[in-house]
């Protein structure tokens, strides 16, 4: 466990008597491991230095009922009690830390849950009224608080394992449902599912559509397979700054190719034309039936604003195959119980379990340099907070261009962040149904397996084109794209028993749908998309009984998810790996000493996997190590 965080303030050394370890060392402070009492402890001050005590509480207060609403495991209810009482007693107003998170999305979380295990005094300073980010679970009809919706992102897949164990998000609340097949329905008649571990099944559904693509799935299978094999390690590993001439730089460029030491001229090919075709191009020379290419397209336009023939888009397929939900099976996507919040509040327990205090309400709005360094922030209300170690997790246009500010950055990185890519044209529209689509093709409105993975509208990779040239030519798509889930095929705890959810996750609408709310424009859109979905299942419609639709308005101004892009930029080619979210600055730091980027705009990211901020903390723990080392030598 790393060492080297030092201090803690005279008020929480004198409340935590008993419990501290704290020791003085050569005229120096030294930190050792906290005891669990002091841990709990640490957890429950939060919120005591914003604004006055009383906003503090009644901000708890809140929180604690949205814990109620969200089905938190009793003993989490419990537990924040018992930290909100000692709180309480306390008469501390912290204010110094050894390190800040910025943002409390999924992966501000993680980054602090790692800082915090490894003994340092840390902070989540969230601007909204809770945690999550993207990955939360909304309750969005006042008159109907008994329906949760996991309003933004929806299902798992990226999530390492050493996440999960280091955090031990299974006891935290992690608990996730692996998903069904992909289904697509055609207006014309008959259906297609595709499952991710079912050969056998796959073979007889696509073979209605063609004997040729049902024996090449194997193939393809196995292809995907060995690309997977070379691209899953790379997610977890620190690009390098590819180009750099300093030693450790040249180091990380020469662990990379040692690495991949083993590649043969074939699978280097295979990689290469994955990075750079499109899934359209890449599907033809594999496929032949239209139905089955519109099917296996999806995971290639996810989140992107680029439609099915434009070069790029074969990686972000392969993007969002190459997870697996714990289960085996790659490529598989599953839904955790209380929708998406619920990963996020297991991380949350993780976090605070380790002592980390999470402010809610608390809008960053500086980051403080000073002699080119990071010391602190200075919050939308004015107070100021200082430590060592910053770790942002916003957007990187409001990181650092806002936050840290063009006088305190190099010009090319600067630059470089201005020009990120960050469109999506991406509406988010979360139903409640009163009973299950009956499909012509499969019918019924008892749950059977079609109801319990991917419910497209992705018929066939000319109606995908179709929806983004729309989109492009400046107009909201005429029949949208459509990757739906119906979570409550499988948890009971999003809605009254007998009802469903149905999340759409829907593309595309202009770019510049950011800048205003379009509100009746998006309303028209999914009157359009319902009607889509309505054509193939004839009681969809009447059965919604409240529908929310988020555009990319609501997602920047709400979300800070700035142009409404997903992942916090583009999964574009020149965005990825050493160039995410600048080249030079791909490993988790930035030109400013001591401040630490961990968003979904880093490498790994986007998607719900932790990785940017688990590297972040990494980077700030090795070299606060480092620090530590040189001084006491
Ligand atoms: C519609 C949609 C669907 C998606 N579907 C999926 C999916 O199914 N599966 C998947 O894996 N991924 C999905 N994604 C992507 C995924 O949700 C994101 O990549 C991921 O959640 C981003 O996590 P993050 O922690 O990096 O950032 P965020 O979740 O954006 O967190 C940043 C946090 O910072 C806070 N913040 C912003 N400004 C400030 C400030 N000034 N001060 C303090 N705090 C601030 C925000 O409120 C937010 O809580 C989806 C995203 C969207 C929008």
């Not at 708890?60 to 909100?84: K, Q």
């Not at 897949?157 to 055609?186: C, E, V, W």
């Not at 190719?257 to 750079?276: P, S």
């Amino acid at each position: 466990m790393a060492q080297g965080w030092r201090r803690r303030t005279d008020d929480v050394r004198r409340a935590s008597a008993g419990a501290a370890v704290r020791a003085m060392s050569g005229g120096r402070l030294r930190w050792r491991r906290a005891g669990a009492a002091e841990r709990t402890l640490r957890a429950g001050v939060y919120g005591a230095a914003v604004g006055g005590a009383g906003a503090a509480v009644v901000d708890r207060l809140e929180d604690r009922r949205a814990l109620d609403r969200m089905d938190r495991p009793r003993e989490a209810l419990r537990a924040w009690d018992r930290n909100e009482r000692k709180a309480k007693d306390m008469t501390a107003t912290a204010t110094a830390y050894d390190a800040i998170v910025v943002g409390g999305g999924h992966n501000g979380l993680v980054a602090a849950a790692y800082l915090a295990r490894s003994g340092a005094k840390t902070v989540v300073l969230e601007g909204r009224h809770k945690t999550g980010g993207a990955a939360t679970t909304e309750a969005p009809w006042p008159d109907a608080p008994e329906f949760k919706v996991t309003r933004l992102s929806y299902v798992m897949s990226l999530l390492p394992p050493t996440i999960i164990n280091d955090l031990d998000l299974a006891r935290h609340g992690y608990k996730i449902y692996p998903m069904g097949p992909y289904y697509q329905a055609f207006p014309e008649g008959g259906s297609i599912k595709l499952y991710a571990d079912d050969a056998k099944r796959n073979h007889e559904s696509v073979s209605k559509w063609s004997k040729k693509d049902a024996d090449t799935m194997p193939q393809w299978d196995a292809w995907l397979a060995g690309l997977a094999d070379v691209l899953g390690p790379l997610l977890l590993t620190v690009p390098p700054a590819i180009g750099s001439r300093k030693p450790r730089d040249l180091k990380g460029t020469l662990k990379l190719a040692w690495q991949h030491r083993g590649l043969d001229v074939r699978t280097i090919a295979d990689v290469t034309r994955l990075m750079t075709m499109s899934i359209a191009d890449l599907l033809d020379d594999w496929f032949e039936s239209p139905e089955v290419k519109g099917a296996l397209a999806v995971n290639g336009v996810i989140g992107t604003w680029a439609g099915p023939y434009e070069p790029g888009t074969a990686y972000v397929m392969a993007h969002h195959s190459i997870g697996d939900v714990g289960d085996g099976h790659l490529g598989n996507w599953g839904f955790q119980e209380g929708g998406m919040g619920g990963v996020s509040n297991a991380i949350e327990l993780a976090a605070r379990s380790h002592g980390a205090e999470i402010r809610l309400n608390s809008p960053v709005a500086r980051v403080l340099v000073e002699g080119g360094k990071a010391v602190g922030v200075a919050l939308a209300n004015g107070d100021e907070l200082r430590a060592k170690v910053i770790v942002s997790t916003l957007h990187p246009r409001t990181a650092f261009l806002e936050q840290v500010g063009r006088e305190n950055l190099p010009g090319d990185f600067a630059t470089d962040i201005e020009r990120w890519k960050t469109r999506s044209g991406v509406v988010k529209i979360n139903l409640a149904l009163a009973e299950l689509p009956d499909f012509t093709a499969d019918p019924g409105v008892d749950l059977q397996e079609h109801h319990t993975g991917s419910v497209e509208m992705a018929p066939t990779m000319d109606y995908i084109e179709r929806a983004f040239q729309d989109a492009r030519d400046g107009k909201a798509a005429v029949r949208p794209f459509s990757d739906g889930v119906i979570p409550t095929a499988f948890d009971k705890t999003l809605c009254p028993e007998g009802n469903h959810i149905m999340s759409l996750f829907t593309q595309w609408v202009p770019q510049d749908w950011n800048t205003e709310p379009h509100t009746e424009e998006l309303e028209a859109y999914a009157d359009r998309m319902i009607d889509c979905y309505n054509e193939l299942a004839p009681n969809f419609k009447s059965s919604i009984l409240h529908r929310d639709i988020v555009g990319p308005y609501e997602m920047e101004q709400e979300y800070g998810l700035i142009g409404g892009n997903i992942f916090h930029g583009e999964l574009s080619l020149e965005q990825l790996f050493h160039m995410r979210p600048a080249p030079g600055f791909a490993d988790y730091r930035t030109p400013v000493n001591g401040l630490y980027y961990g968003s979904s705009a880093t490498h790994a990211g986007g998607g719900v996997c932790g990785i940017p901020g688990w590297q972040a903390a990494r980077a700030a723990i090795a070299d606060r190590k480092r620090t530590t080392r040189s001084r006491r030598a």
